[in-house]
């Protein structure tokens, strides 16, 4: 899955695709504003939007602890096309500063033959 409408950094675009419905961190801060009532797509184009999320802690050796949510999608019942993902990707593409990485996500995005082709090459 992948977060499609918020809006870009460079720095965060990795941030964005999710391989499961789990969130490995416990910065609430940035959760909120990247994740948390936004609309994701899924390899098959499906919609969804992210409506809650449930902590929960797993326990590693004797003193450490990892932080986690489980994610709670709600599907929107719309989906999107190859092409009609492909130009939201490139109007996402065009919002960036570095001319070197806008090139590099274009090529992936001519060349991609699926959904989730462009997915996993983001």
Not at 42 to 63: C, I, N, Q, T
Not at 73 to 96: C, M, Y
Request: aromatic share 14%; hydrophobic share 35%.
């Amino acid at each position: 899955m992948f977060n499609l409408y918020h809006e870009w950094e460079e720095e965060l675009i990795q941030e964005f695709v999710r391989h499961d419905d789990i969130y490995y961190s416990d910065d609430n801060i940035f959760f909120n504003k990247y994740f948390l009532n936004q609309t994701f797509v899924d390899s098959e184009g499906r919609l969804y939007d992210l409506e809650s999320a449930e902590d929960f802690v797993v326990r590693k050796f004797l003193f450490f602890q990892s932080n986690r949510k489980k994610l709670h999608f709600k599907p929107q019942g719309l989906s999107l096309s190859l092409n009609e993902l492909r130009k939201k990707l490139e109007e996402r593409v065009n919002t960036l500063q570095d001319e070197s990485l806008k090139k590099e996500f274009s090529v992936v995005l001519s060349k991609a033959t699926s959904i989730r082709q462009l997915i996993n090459q983001i």
